[in-house]
Structures are given as C-alpha cells and as structure tokens.
C-alpha cells in the first residue's frame, strides 16, 4: 500500500561560508591568533566559570591562560608610549633645528646609490601599507555587511525553525489519517470477500483443476483435429480419384485418335512412334477406410465435452460469488467494527497535546523575530557610526600612503643629481615635504590606530580563540556536554543526551527519535505488538457455512468414448499402397515429349493428316500442363495430409490414456479435497479479541494502538489465507508508522542548519571581519616605523638645504672622514 511521504517543508538556504580572498586574509589572522594563543582549549578555569564557582585561583589561571593576548598588549602598549615619546621629541628636535633637522646634507660619492635605494625600500613599504590599508577598507565593508545580514539571517534562521516545528503536526496528521487507508483496504477487502476470502479458495483448488481441464481441452482440440486431418485426408483422395479417372479418360481419347491418324497417313508418317506408352503408370485405387475411428471421435466430440469444461470453469469461477454469499453477515459485522476503530483514531487525535506545545515554541520564535525587528534600526544606527570610524581610521592611513606617495612621484620630477642642494626645484622640494608630512602623520595616529588595534585585538582575538574556533571544531559542544545537563535545562529526560552527538546527528538529518534516543523511553514494539489482538474472526468465519458445488471434469461415458478413441487402432493405419504409387510417374510417357515427336511426323505428312497430328500434340500439352497443374499438387497434398494425419494419430492412445489417468487422480483430489481446503481457510489462532488498552503514554502509541485493533480483528498466521490478506494491511500501516517515527518524523537538519548559519554570520562573517580590520590596521600602523624612518633619510635629498656641500670628483679630491681630521683642509662655509 502507498501512504505517502511526509511533508517536504521548503527552506530558506543557510548562510554560506566566507569564501574567496576573505578567506585567505582570515586564515592569515587565524595563524596569527593560534600564534598568540598557544593553550588548549577548553581552558581549567572554563568548568567553574560556567558553574559560577570563580574564585581569586581561576583569576590567575585566566591571566596564564590569556599570557599571549597580554604580551601582546603590552608590546602594543609599548609602542604606543614610545611613538608618542619619539614623536614629541623628533618634533621638538626638528622645530629646534637638531637631530637631523639642519637643512645640510653632505654630498658623497655614493649619495645617489642611498638615494635611490632608499626610494625603492619607501616605495615598497608604502604599497604594503596601501595594501593592508585597503584590507582595512574591505574588511570594515564586510563588518557592515555583516551586521546588516545578520538580521535577514536571523529572520531566514527562525522562519527555518518554525516551518520545521509546523511540518511536525502536520506529519503527525499525515500518519493518523493514513490510518483511513487500511481500514478502507480491510473494508474494500470485507466488502469484496468474495474475490479474495473467495479467490483464495479458488486459488488453492484451481491449481489442480485448471491443469486438467487444460488437459481435457487439449484432448479435445487433438482429436478435433485429428478428425479434421481424417476428413481432409479421405476428401483429397476423393479428389485425386475424381481427377485420375478423368485424366485416363482424356489420355484414352488422345491416344486412340493418334493411332487413327497414324494408320490413315499411311508412309508419310513412318516411322510412327509407339501410341501404347500414352496411358496411366500409377493407379490410385485405396486408402485405408476411417469410418470407425472418425466415428468414434465424432461420438466424444459430440457428447458435450465442451459443455462439461464450460460447466466445470464456470463452478470455479463462481466460487467467489459463492463465498460472498455465504459470508453476507460476517461482512457486516466487520463493517461495524471497523467504523468503532476509525471513529476511536480520530478520538486520539482531538487528545494529542503536541499542537499546544509547538504553539508555545512558535510563539516564543514570535518574540524572536519582534525583538530582532525593534532593535534593527538601532543597531544598524550605530552600526553606521561604527562605518563611519573605521572609514576615518582607514582613511588616516591612506593619508599617510598619499603623503608618501605624492612625494615619490613629485621628489623625481625636479630632482638633478648635479643641482646644488641650496638650488633644488619646486616640485623636489615639495616631494621632500611630502615626505616629511607623512612621517609627521605617522607620528601623530599611530598611537590612536594601535590602541584602536589593541582594543580590537583583545576582543575580537578572544572572541576567535575562546568562541569560534571551539564551535567550528565542535569543542564547545564537548564543554557543554562536560559541564551542563540538557535534559534539566529542556526539564525532561533525554537519557543523557549530549550536544555533540545531537548536532552530528541533526547534521545527517536523522530523525528526532533516533536523535533523541526515544526507543530507550518507549518500546514501540511492545506497544504495537500485535499478537495480543488477534481476535474475533475466528469464531465468526467458523460460524459461516461455505459449501462449493461439484466439479466435473468428464462424465464415465465421456471417459470410455476417449479410450474407445485410444484403442481404435488410429494410430496403425498402412498407406504403403499410396506411397508406392505416389513415387511412381502418372503417365508411362512425357506427354510434351510424345508431342514434340507428332509435330516431326506433321512436317512430313500432308493435309489433313499434318493438321491433324498438330492438333494432337497440342491436345498432349494440354493434358500435359493439365497433369502438372492439377493432379501432381493433389498427390503432393495429400501425401503431406497423410504425413500430418500419421503424426498425430501416432501419439494419439498415449496421450488420450495419460488425460484419463489425469482426470481420474483431479476428479479424486477435488471430490475429496476441496472440503478440506475450505476448512482450512478458516483457520485462525484461537485467542479471543481484547479490548483496546485504555490509555497509551505517547501519541504515537495511542494512533497505532487504534489501528492494531483492526488489524488484529483479522489476526492469523495461515499465509494462504483470507485473514491473513487483512493483517497484513495493518501489519504493512504499523511497519511504515515504525519507519515514520523513528526516521522520517521532524528530521533534525534544520536545527543544525540553524546552528551553522549561527556559526558562519557571527564568526565567519563578523568576528573574522572584525579581526581582519585590526589585523590590517595593525599591520599598517607596524609598517609606520619604517616608513617614518626612511621618509626622512629620503627627505634630504630631495628638499631645498639652506647650507651648501661641495663634492668634487674623487681624481681631483680625497674625501676625508671624520676619523682622519690630521688630514682635513680648512675651508671656509656659510652659515646661516
């Protein structure tokens, strides 16, 4: 029987994982962190933190715990001091004129070589920076997204939730009514008890009898034609006689007008061929006589044979209507009790409580989503100024990046190596500016962007190392499972069901019985046992009185008309006369031959005598082709009649006495048999149909329970058998319910899907946003270092010096260091 599916809810599709170059920059920030973090997790602390048993050790353990997160906070707030210290003091130097802030820049040979090596080294420090402060700009993007979509994923996640919890009641309505099914089966089958009560019947005794009554008419259809092959035979050797003597006539005539002609044409026509070979060669006179063996099958064939084989199938066929007859009342009895049971399934329905809880759990998917919806436009409020920020920060980054590199475009333009430095151009100078801008810049945010940096780090980094990572591993389950009860937080007994194991088996989809582990609080197979309610029927199929007419397969004179057919001796028939003379030619001569040797002696003879020889010859043709089209194909035809009519006759005794012999043994079986198989289709266990149980502790139970008591109204283990036909309606309705329950019944999936979306919209969407924006800003604000540094060797050489340095060629001056002063030449200078 089709039940059906369950229902096939559409959901909206989970968040799906970060893909693409955010992967690759998160799992950049992934090795950092694992770097940062190097204890396991879950830390020792965690157990007592979750039972709120902390105390003043566990602070100390989360200090060791978090020693990377606070060595690193450290180093950031180290830097922050430092840069802001060396900063205050490179300003107050280079306001002062100190420290490299003399416009003096002494000329050497290898000035250029500095020159452009430091050009390059602050072209490539300045694209790394551009680089992560572009990743700023993306990641900070995403942050915003993030939060934007978490909502639509909160609204796609508890509509996800609600349609599985509304597919629950509405699967749970599928199985009771499906319940209608079998109980129209058993009513269609108690209504129609005939065709399988009745059939069933039939089946068993037409086994037998429809072999034998196949029997008896393919005896029938043999002697039918073995009479049909007796006449054919005995009617084409009537023809074939007809046809001979007419023939011999027609040669006769021919031959004495040939013999006249010949003796009238006298010498012409010698020599004359011989006119005595122009007769018959082979004479058919008889064939063995079939009168008494075609009367004989004639006599069984017209005995009413057919009317006995009718009569017979006719009586199975009725059996049936028979059985429907017999049983009128026992039906309706039936038809009563299964209207108690439909009425009783749906009495258990009206008593189910499950619609009142999901409506519960509905609701509070309701507050969900009104929450979700009130605070929506103040997050994404505030969300908007936190856009805002990061932009700002971003963007002092890129003035840093466009400070740099406006210098290193303007610093080439007006530079000329051979330019006295007290000479250099505008736009040199300005790139040196630039140059010099940028390092103020650096000096004055870096501490903001790393202490920006440092709060991002402390958090998001946590947020990755102590939440996400242990989730997307399943850790944090384990600690869950380590250190709460499910089962008192749900107040109900899951037999100490974990998370873990509940997530990996939502996560393959599997049912909530097996998923919950149900079978250990409720025994289904003890619940719808079905050999208790094995019931009723036996007495009342026992009261029904069936009684089946007799079955005649062939009377005792049809029977002896078959053997006197066997022993007529039909099968030893002698046509070796026929076949002697068959294989004989049918005249003595050629005909067309006798023929061609008149219309030689006509050439030379004479009228009348050569038109009468030519006349002649054609006559011969004539017969000729007369001979060759008619009585050749007769002695061929019935030599082939022959041949069919000994093959069938040959086998004919055996096979008749074998359908005897077979008529006898079925006629035995169903004369004393058929009594007996009746009978035993009425067989059922003898236990008495109990009341159904009062009550039943699941829903489930109670459903099924219901519709066992029809199946076991109908109970039995006879499988050849009516009864057994209606349990296995129900037999088939309580294995499927079985199937239902404990695999298709609220498939779990959406609850891991759920969980998964969770994952991937806080970590993989915020916190690895998060963490990707302060891992850029960090790694700019780092890069600020050498940036600053190599900003303002490169400045120098390209900004307008108050102070002059005169290099000369090394063939005409030796450039003294400040080691060899014995050797320096006094000269006069500028000052300013």
């Known amino acids: 029987m089709e039940y059906g599916n369950l229902t096939n809810p559409s959901y909206s599709p989970d968040a799906a994982p970060e893909e693409g170059a955010m992967k690759v920059f998160s799992s950049m920030v992934h090795s950092y962190l694992d770097l940062v973090q190097r204890n396991a997790f879950p830390p020792d602390f965690l157990g007592q933190a979750i039972k709120q048993n902390f105390h003043l050790d566990e602070i100390k353990k989360v200090l060791m715990y978090e020693i990377g997160y606070l060595v690193a906070l450290a180093i950031g707030v180290v830097f922050i001091v430092l840069m802001t210290l060396v900063g205050l003091f490179f300003a107050c130097c280079r306001c002062c004129g100190n420290c490299g802030g003399k416009m003096y820049q002494k000329q050497t040979k290898n000035i250029n070589c500095r020159r452009r090596f430091q050009y390059i080294f602050l072209f490539c420090i300045t694209l790394v920076i551009l680089a992560g402060d572009i990743c700023a700009f993306y990641s900070n993007s995403k942050i915003n997204d993030a939060v934007g979509n978490s909502f639509k994923s909160l609204n796609d996640t508890v509509d996800n939730l609600k349609t599985y919890v509304n597919s629950v009641p509405q699967d749970v309505d599928l199985i009771i009514n499906s319940s209608k099914i079998p109980i129209n089966k058993a009513n269609s089958s108690a209504i129609g008890i005939g065709a399988v009560l009745g059939g069933a019947i039939k089946s068993s005794i037409e086994i037998r009898a429809n072999d034998t009554l196949n029997t008896v008419q393919s005896t029938v259809n043999d002697l039918n034609s073995t009479a049909i092959a007796l006449r054919h035979v005995n009617d084409s050797f009537n023809a074939l006689l007809d046809t001979q003597n007419q023939l011999n006539h027609n040669l006769t005539t021919i031959r004495d007008e040939i013999n006249q002609t010949l003796a009238n044409c006298g010498s012409p026509c010698t020599p004359a061929p011989s006119v005595s070979d122009l007769n018959m060669d082979a004479n058919f006179q008889s064939i063995p006589s079939f009168t008494n063996q075609l009367n004989d099958i004639d006599d069984f064939l017209n005995s009413g044979v057919e009317d006995t084989i009718q009569k017979a199938r006719q009586t199975l066929n009725d059996i049936p209507q028979t059985v429907q007859n017999n049983t009128k009342t026992s039906v309706e009895k039936v038809q009563e009790q299964l209207v108690n049971i439909q009425q009783k399934i749906q009495d258990a329905r009206s008593s189910i409580s499950i619609v009142d809880t999901l409506n519960e759990v509905n609701s509070y998917f309701d507050s ?133 194991t509940l997530y990996r088996d939502c996560l ?115 017969l000729q082709s007369s001979i060759n089209a008619t009585m050749a194909p007769q002695i061929r035809s019935l030599n082939t009649s022959i041949n069919d009519l000994q093959n069938k006759a040959k086998a004919l005794p055996a096979s008749l006495n074998s359908t005897v012999t077979s008529i006898n043994a079925a006629q035995t079986f169903v004369d004393t048999q058929v009594v007996a ?38 109970g039995i283990k006879e499988t050849m058998n009516y009864l057994n036909t209606i349990v296995g309606y129900f037999t088939s309705y309580i294995d499927w319910v079985k199937t239902m329950l404990t695999q298709n019944l609220a498939r779990c999936g959406p609850l891991a899907g759920a969980l998964n979306s969770a994952e991937v919209v806080g970590c993989q969407y915020l916190v690895d946003s998060l963490n990707a924006f302060w891992f850029s800003l960090g790694w700019c604000t780092i890069f600020f270092l050498p940036s600053i540094i190599t900003a303002v060797k490169l400045a120098k050489h390209y900004r307008r010096m108050k102070t002059s340095d005169i290099y000369e060629n090394p063939s005409n001056h030796m450039e003294m260091t400040s080691t060899s002063q014995q050797f320096l030449i006094p000269r006069a200078t500028a000052k300013s």
């Open 368 to 500: 969900i989503t009104n929450i979700s919806k009130k605070y929506e436009p103040e997050v994404m409020k505030y969300e908007y100024y936190r856009w805002i920020v990061g932009i700002c920060l971003s963007c002092i980054i890129l003035l840093v990046v466009v400070c740099n590199l406006f210098g290193l475009l303007l610093a080439p333009c007006g530079h000329k190596a051979n330019v006295d430095p007290t000479d250099r151009g505008c736009a040199s100078n300005s790139g040196g500016d630039f140059f010099m801008a940028g390092a103020g810049f650096s000096f004055i945010f870096a501490w903001l962007l790393m202490l920006v940096t440092g709060v991002l780090f402390a958090v998001g980094g946590n947020a990755y190392t102590s939440f996400c990572k242990p989730w997307g591993n399943q850790q944090l389950y384990q600690v869950i499972d380590e250190n709460l009860n499910l089962s008192s937080i749900l107040k109900t007994n899951l037999n100490n069901l974990n998370l873990t």
């Open 677 to 714: 198989i009746v009978k035993n289709m009425m067989v059922v266990q003898p236990q008495i149909l109990r009341p159904l149980a009062s009550g039943c502790r699941t829903f489930m139970a109670s459903c099924a329970l219901l519709a066992i008591r029809l199946a076991m109204y109908w």
């Open 508 to 622: 393959n989809d599997n049912s909530l019985w097996n998923t919950l582990n149900l079978n250990s609080m409720y025994n289904l197979d003890s619940q719808l046992n079905i050999s208790e309610y094995t019931g009723d029927v036996n007495s009342t199929l026992q009261n029904t009185d069936i009684k089946i007419d007799n079955i005649t397969f062939l009377s005792s004179s049809q029977k002896n008309k078959v053997s006197a057919v066997a022993t007529s001796g039909i099968d030893s028939y002698d046509f070796s006369d026929f076949n002697q003379q068959s294989s004989k030619s049918i005249t003595k001569t050629d005909l067309a031959s006798f023929a061609n040797q008149l219309d030689v002696l006509a050439k030379s003879a004479s009228d009348p005598y050569k038109t009468q020889l030519q006349q002649e010859a054609i006559a011969l043709r004539t």
